[in-house]
């Protein structure tokens, strides 16, 4: 069974710390994508980053990193110096080699406080 | 820029009147999806195209249809809207299927039902 489980429904952060948005997964596929995506208040899915799960180091796009460990399946998010515009859902998703779907976590509520 | 463009961004219908969202993309993407989001939860998809072919999940209502007419639009056509289809309607691209294949959104439509 394919799932993502994300524990942190919501999550405080102050404005220019970093944060750890919390994110595991479990496949039996042994070739996968893991994914985040940021969801504003408006509603648009916005792709932040990308970890291959034969990626030997961890993916980083700007202020975005993912702290990848394959041994636990988990993929955090790391977002640092945090802004206001920050605040937000994040989904942790996960395509599997096989079948057709991405795979969403519930969510987490970011709240970045000035 | 290349994206994902739905329209409208918000539609109001009332109760069994049907209703065609619209989603256009210039990526070139072979695959579309619709997603189903409603308050506080993730995307749940609906059904993809992978090129002409239609993908429907087992758990979508036949109340919901789609159709793709070429490459670069995708319809989400609601035969008979109920009070629990009003959700925001998400659109999906990816190149192809893998799992290195991410998936860019638009930025949805929000769908009232009177």
């Known amino acids: 069974a394919q799932k993502i489980t994300q524990t942190q429904p919501g999550m405080f952060v102050q404005e220019k710390e970093a944060v750890t948005l919390d994110c595991t997964y479990d496949?039996?596929?042994?070739?996968?994508?893991l994914f985040w995506y940021k969801q504003p208040s408006s509603g648009e899915m916005i792709f932040l980053i990308y970890?291959?799960?034969?990626?030997?180091q961890n993916a980083t796009e700007g202020r975005y990193s993912l702290n990848f460990q394959k041994a636990r399946k988990s993929a955090n998010l790391v977002i640092s110096a945090s802004q206001l515009g920050d605040s937000a859902m994040y989904f942790c998703?996960?395509?599997?080699?096989?079948?057709?779907?991405?795979?969403f976590g519930t969510g987490t509520s970011l709240t970045v406080i000035p | 820029d290349a994206m994902v463009i739905q329209n409208p961004r918000y539609q109001v219908t009332q109760f069994g009147k049907p209703v065609t969202l619209s989603c256009s993309q210039t990526?070139?993407?072979?695959?579309m999806y619709w997603y189903q989001q409603k308050s506080s939860q993730a995307p749940k998809l609906l059904f993809h195209?992978?090129?002409?072919?239609?993908?429907n999940e087992a758990d979508t209502p036949d109340n919901f249809q789609s159709r793709r007419p070429n490459t670069s639009f995708c319809f989400l056509d609601i035969r008979s809207p109920g009070l629990g289809d009003a959700a925001m309607y998400l659109c999906?691209?990816?190149?192809?299927?893998?799992?290195?294949?991410?998936?860019?959104f638009g930025p949805g439509t929000r769908l009232t039902v009177l």
């Open positions: 999906a691209t990816s190149r192809d299927r893998s799992d290195t294949d991410t998936q860019y």
């Open positions: 990526l070139n993407h072979n695959v």
């Open positions: 998703a996960m395509r599997p080699l096989t079948g057709n779907q991405f795979y």
């Open positions: 195209y992978y090129d002409k072919d239609f993908n």
């Open positions: 970890q291959g799960s034969y990626d030997e």
């Open positions: 496949t039996s596929d042994q070739s996968y994508g």
